[in-house]
């Protein structure tokens, strides 16, 4: 005989089928629902359910248990809102902009200093055309007016980059009235002054250029630094980037600075010959059909007036016609920003 409390079972048995087929076809993608499944699944099909409570009391209690689920996903979810928006990331959004902004000025020194390299501009010197610009450093002296001589006999023009020599203002005049280029050297020509800073680099070259300007009645806006762009005795006579900060100068301020691709070997610690320094010269040839040619004309050095005839001839046997430097004319620079251009 079928007792009562089998028949509840069995009761219970089609109630909870019925239920699980409804939960599972009917809302099968609700997680509310796919809970109680789960919950009546481990609740009563791994075990029998208790005799004492009556389907409603299983399905209350079923209720309860999802909405305290719920709530508990409620508050979860609440919580990693607040944390997102209670965590200190305002804080380190400021230390980042900090930190950016210190990366920003070392990008800068990137930008402005570690790409600067060799530039050519060809300036006024069109393609084919064969020239040479001979460049006279570190006078005026007693060698001078000799180098003025002969350039006379040839009737070529040059360039002088000067510094300031007491008693020699007739010289200044005379390489001005001969139609040769003057330009600034500075005054001093001391490396660990003028490149211990740039403040003292701006006041030497500044006092040279007013110089100049009494003298002459020109102002130059050629220069050539002493030793050149890349020299390692000025990079080693104080501030940091010396050399890329007198070139960032120069260029905001409208002048125009030239290195060389030629060299008489005539400041050289170790002595040379005249045949070396004319060879020295004249092999660059074969690599530039524009040449930038630096010698100097300081007191010592009177053995580069012995060998420039020769210089001017060899040039002149292989198609080189002279020039003098100015603002337009064919450049080599060792240190340039390479995003700068001439206008």
């Known amino acids: 005989m079928i007792t009562r409390k089998a028949k509840e079972i069995a009761v219970f048995g089609m109630v909870l089928t019925t239920l699980l087929n409804f939960f599972s076809f009917g809302y099968a993608w609700s997680n509310p629902l796919n809970d109680a499944v789960n919950l009546i699944k481990e609740s009563y099909v791994k075990s029998e359910p208790k005799p004492d409570k009556t389907l409603y009391d299983l399905v209350n209690e079923l209720k309860?248990?999802?909405?305290?689920?719920?709530?508990?996903?409620k508050e979860e979810s609440s919580v990693k809102i607040d944390k997102k928006i209670d965590e200190p990331v305002y804080e380190?959004?400021?230390?980042?902009?900090?930190e950016q902004k210190e990366l920003e000025s070392e990008v800068t020194v990137a930008k402005d200093y570690s790409e600067y390299k060799r530039r050519v501009f060809m300036g006024n010197v069109n393609p084919g055309e064969k020239v040479a610009y001979l460049t006279f450093d570190d006078g005026p002296s007693q060698?001078?007016?000799?180098?003025?001589?002969?350039?006379?006999?040839?009737?070529?023009?040059?360039?002088f980059f000067v510094n300031?020599?007491?008693?020699?203002?007739?010289?200044?005049?005379?390489?001005?009235?001969?139609?040769?280029?003057?330009?600034?050297?500075?005054?001093?020509?001391?490396?660990?002054?003028?490149?211990?800073s740039l403040d003292n680099f701006l006041s030497d070259f500044k006092e040279m250029e007013n110089i100049?300007?009494?003298?002459?009645?020109?102002?130059?806006?050629?220069?050539?630094?002493?030793?050149g762009t890349d020299n390692n005795i000025g990079k080693k006579c104080g501030e940091e980037f010396i050399m890329y900060k007198i070139v960032d100068w120069l260029n905001d301020n409208n002048y125009k600075f030239f290195d060389w691709?030629?060299?008489?070997?005539?400041?050289?610690?170790?002595?040379?010959?005249?045949?070396?320094?004319?060879e020295n010269v004249l092999k660059k040839m074969?690599?530039?059909?524009?040449?930038?040619?630096?010698?100097?004309?300081?007191?010592?050095?009177?053995?580069?007036?012995?060998?420039?005839?020769?210089?001017?001839?060899?040039?002149?046997?292989?198609?080189?016609?002279?020039?003098?430097?100015?603002?337009?004319?064919?450049?080599?620079?060792?240190?340039?920003d390479p995003n700068f251009e001439y206008n």
């Open 64 to 73: 309860q248990s999802l909405d305290k689920k719920t709530e508990q996903k």
């Open 92 to 98: 380190k959004e400021k230390i980042t902009q900090s």
């Open 143 to 159: 060698n001078t007016p000799r180098v003025l001589e002969i350039l006379e006999n040839y009737g070529i023009k040059a360039t």
């Open 164 to 196: 300031y020599r007491k008693g020699a203002e007739n010289i200044y005049k005379r390489i001005v009235s001969e139609g040769h280029s003057i330009g600034n050297h500075t005054k001093t020509h001391n490396y660990s002054s003028i490149y211990s």
């Open 212 to 227: 100049l300007y009494d003298i002459t009645g020109k102002k130059p806006n050629i220069a050539r630094l002493p030793g």
């Open 261 to 278: 691709n030629s060299y008489a070997l005539d400041a050289e610690s170790e002595p040379v010959t005249k045949d070396q320094m004319v």
């Open 286 to 336: 074969e690599k530039n059909h524009v040449m930038l040619v630096l010698m100097h004309d300081s007191k010592p050095k009177e053995k580069t007036v012995d060998v420039l005839p020769s210089i001017i001839e060899g040039l002149i046997k292989n198609g080189y016609e002279f020039r003098a430097l100015n603002e337009n004319s064919y450049t080599v620079q060792f240190y340039q």
